[in-house]
T-cell receptor
Framework: ETGVTQSPTHLIKTRGQQVTLRCSSQ?????VSWYQQALGQGPQFIFQ???????GRGNFPPRFSGLQFPNYSSELNVNALELDDSALYLC?????????????FGPGTRLTVL | QKEVEQDPGPLSVPEGAIVSLNCTYS??????FMWYRQYSRKGPELLMY????GNKEDGRFTAQVDKSSKYISLFIRDSQPSDSATYLC???????????FGKGTHLIIQP
């Protein structure tokens, strides 16, 4: 059973640009969640996808959007980047859509917005 | 007031000491409580999972939940330098609302 992988590892963008981050879930996991972890803070829930549909969202604006594909891969898209979007972005996969099920985290993508 | 409060530390203790980490929370809907360990430049990994109030032990780790006080704890016995990491408490009411994390406590075990 392979773990959760994310790409790229690091990314530098400028304010106003758009970015796409990618995640590959563990095989068999039909749920993926995305979190934003600012420096010195705990992860904050962005949204969750279950069977390719968004079914839960945290307090993040619509310029944060996502996709989930049948092959256990997913994307996080952020439009109109702001300086405060600089953070570590984590994806986590799990067997079911309920948050109490164990979530397996990837190593994250560190995004820097200049 | 944040939903979950956790002292960021750093907390520095000598090898072999008992470590006590804790979080307080305000949302009474939380029923599932977890502790994650995060090493530098890595994603969080689940250490302990507890449902509702009570204690749970796993090797050197013990998790306690007191829902009446809205207080959770993680104890690490016989601490090792390899335990040096950031420890994050997390909780949820279930459903698709994701996990709510504390800020994390940076723990340093001195050899």
């Amino acid at each position: 059973e392979t773990g959760v992988t994310q790409s790229p590892t690091h990314l530098i963008k400028t304010r106003g640009q758009q970015v796409t981050l990618r995640c590959s879930s563990q095989s068999g996991h039909n749920t993926v969640s995305w979190y934003q972890q600012a420096l010195g803070q705990g992860p904050q829930f962005i949204f969750q996808y279950y069977r390719e549909e968004e079914n839960g969202r945290g307090n993040f604006p619509p310029r944060f959007s996502g996709l989930q594909f049948p092959n256990y891969s997913s994307e996080l898209n952020v439009n109109a980047l702001e300086l405060d979007d600089s953070a570590l972005y984590l994806c986590a996969s799990s067997w079911t859509a309920s948050a109490y099920n164990e979530q397996f985290f990837g190593p994250g993508t560190r995004l820097t917005v200049l | 007031q944040k939903e979950v409060e956790q002292d960021p530390g750093p907390l520095s203790v000598p090898e072999g000491a008992i470590v006590s980490l804790n979080c307080t929370y305000s949302n009474s809907a939380f029923q599932y409580f977890m502790w994650y360990r995060q090493y530098s430049r890595k994603g969080p990994e689940l250490l302990m999972y507890t449902y509702s109030s009570g204690n749970k032990e796993d090797g050197r780790f013990t998790a306690q939940v007191d829902k009446s006080s809205k207080y959770i704890s993680l104890f690490i016995r016989d601490s090792q330098p390899s335990d040096s990491a950031t420890y994050l408490c997390a909780m949820t009411g279930g459903g698709a609302d994701g996990l709510t994390f504390g800020k994390g406590t940076h723990l340093i075990i001195q050899p």
